[in-house]
Each structure stands twice: as structure tokens, then as C-alpha cells.
């Protein structure tokens, strides 16, 4: 049986054209921030949308000097004239693909999308974990301060994270507990910091199992390593909600 592409509930389609057309519009005159890759993932282009042309339906992206213009559109060309979206809004992100058009003195140009998918209204992107991979995170043991315990993460952003653990642990991971030592590694990369319990709340898993989700701030996370979660949840994202356009 094949399987069922359900897109995640955070995955939100804008079925009004008009809500479509006022949040690119708000786009293009904000000069917003957009991740252009082809059909193939070969190539990805760090942009911004400049400006929509309603009456011919036409979006318009700045052409960054970095890009191998005629190399970009040898490869959208040879690949069905379509690529991947993802624009950075003032209130949300939208991904969505469309067909190439052409290129002029204005940039890059691109039909105006038949579906435009809305994800999220919160500061940082968060990142559910996908089924079949396991990040762990290890912090101190709240009941044992000496000892250190390993738990699932759940889902990540550059704020913080949610860790799964034993639905009984509720009376353990009070709002405002200080979680300190939490480690995990992200590309490669060790990040330790302090977390601060935000909300608790259980969840029912597979098979009916219940477990305590436990959403976690970090505290006096690094820059650093702030920017690196950044960008590996907007690239994981990107993948994962790419599935579903």
C-alpha cells in the first residue's frame, strides 16, 4: 500500500487566492527574505522578492550577484521550468513552487503559484524530529543532581526544544525548572546550555502509548551555536515540507 502524503497540521494551505496575493504583495514591498531551489535540490538561491506584478501575474526576485544566471536557468529549464519557495514574511513563513518564466533587467521572474502553503506564527521555525530518526539530548538528573539522563527530542527551534520522557515525570518537570548541562549535537557540532522548563503536557504516541512532552528555553545560549540550529532546522524544514507541494 502506498503511502499517504497527510501534510503536518503546522502545514497550512491558503485556500483564499486573495490571502495569497496580500501576503506576497506584503512581500514585495517589504523586500522579504526567499530560499529559491530547483526541482533537483542542485542549486538553492538566497534572494528577495522585489515585486509582484498583479495584472500579468508575475513575481519578480532580486538576481544576487553570487548566481551563475546562465547556469540557473540551463537547470530550471531542463527540469520542467519549476522550483521550490520558501519567503520569510512579516507574520509567517509561505513555501510554494512555480514555474520559471524568464529573465529581464528586474530580476528573476516567476509565474505567480497555484497553491501557496502557510507554516507557522512564531519567532523560530520549530522542527518536529521525523519518524525513523533519533536525536537525544542529555542533562543533569533534577532528581539527582550528580547523575545524567538521556531523553528523545521531540521537536527543536532555535529557542529551544521538547524532550519526550515518562508521562509520570509530570510532577518533575515543574514550569520554570532549570535543566542544566542539556547537550546534544547538531551537524557534527556539541551544543551544551542551560534549558528552562516552558509547559508540560502529554501526548499519545503510537500504539496508544502516552508520554510527557517537555518544552524546553534555552538559556544564555551562545550565538554561535544559536545560528548553527538556525540553519539546520530551516534546511531540515525546507526538506521535510518539500515533500508535501
Known amino acids: 500500500m502506498s503511502e499517504v502524503k497527510t501534510p503536518p497540521k503546522e502545514f497550512e494551505p491558503i485556500k483564499d487566492r486573495a490571502e495569497a496575493v496580500r501576503l506576497l504583495k506584503e512581500g514585495a514591498k517589504t523586500f522579504a527574505s526567499v530560499m529559491i531551489w530547483t526541482r533537483n535540490?542542485?542549486?538553492?538561491?538566497?534572494?528577495?522578492?522585489?515585486?509582484?506584478?498583479?495584472q500579468d501575474d508575475?513575481?519578480?526576485f532580486q538576481v544576487p550577484p553570487e548566481l551563475d544566471v546562465k547556469k540557473f536557468i540551463f537547470e530550471v529549464e531542463s527540469t520542467s521550468r519549476e522550483c521550490f519557495f520558501s519567503a520569510s514574511l512579516a507574520?509567517?513563513?509561505?513555501?510554494?513552487k512555480t514555474k520559471f518564466y524568464g529573465l529581464d533587467k528586474a530580476g528573476l521572474l516567476f509565474h505567480f503559484p497555484d497553491q501557496v502553503f502557510k507554516v507557522q506564527r512564531r519567532k523560530d521555525l520549530r522542527l518536529?524530529?521525523?519518524?525513523?530518526?533519533?536525536l537525544k539530548a542529555e542533562f543533569n538528573d533534577p532528581l539527582n543532581p550528580e547523575g545524567v539522563i538521556s531523553r528523545k527530542v521531540f521537536d527543536l527551534s532555535a529557542g529551544g526544544l521538547s524532550v519526550l520522557t515518562d508521562?509520570?515525570?509530570e510532577s518533575v518537570y515543574v514550569k520554570g525548572l532549570l535543566l542544566k548541562n542539556?547537550?546534544?549535537?547538531?551537524?557534527?557540532?556539541k551544543i551544551v546550555v542551560d534549558a528552562e522548563v516552558k509547559h508540560c503536557k502529554i501526548i499519545v504516541l503510537g500504539a496508544?502509548?502516552?508520554?510527557?512532552?517537555v518544552g524546553l528555553i534555552f538559556r544564555n545560549l551562545r550565538g554561535a551555536d544559536s545560528q548553527v540550529i538556525a540553519a539546520h532546522v530551516f534546511e531540515e524544514s525546507r526538506r521535510y515540507f518539500l515533500r508535501f507541494l
Open 182 to 189: 542539556l547537550a546534544f549535537v547538531i551537524r557534527s557540532r
Open 128 to 134: 518536529k524530529i521525523p519518524d525513523g530518526y533519533v
Open 208 to 213: 496508544g502509548k502516552k508520554m510527557l512532552k
Open 41 to 54: 535540490q542542485a542549486t538553492i538561491v538566497n534572494t528577495h522578492l522585489k515585486l509582484f506584478m498583479e
Open 58 to 60: 508575475l513575481l519578480y
Open 91 to 96: 507574520y509567517a513563513n509561505v513555501f510554494f
Open 167 to 169: 508521562s509520570a515525570d
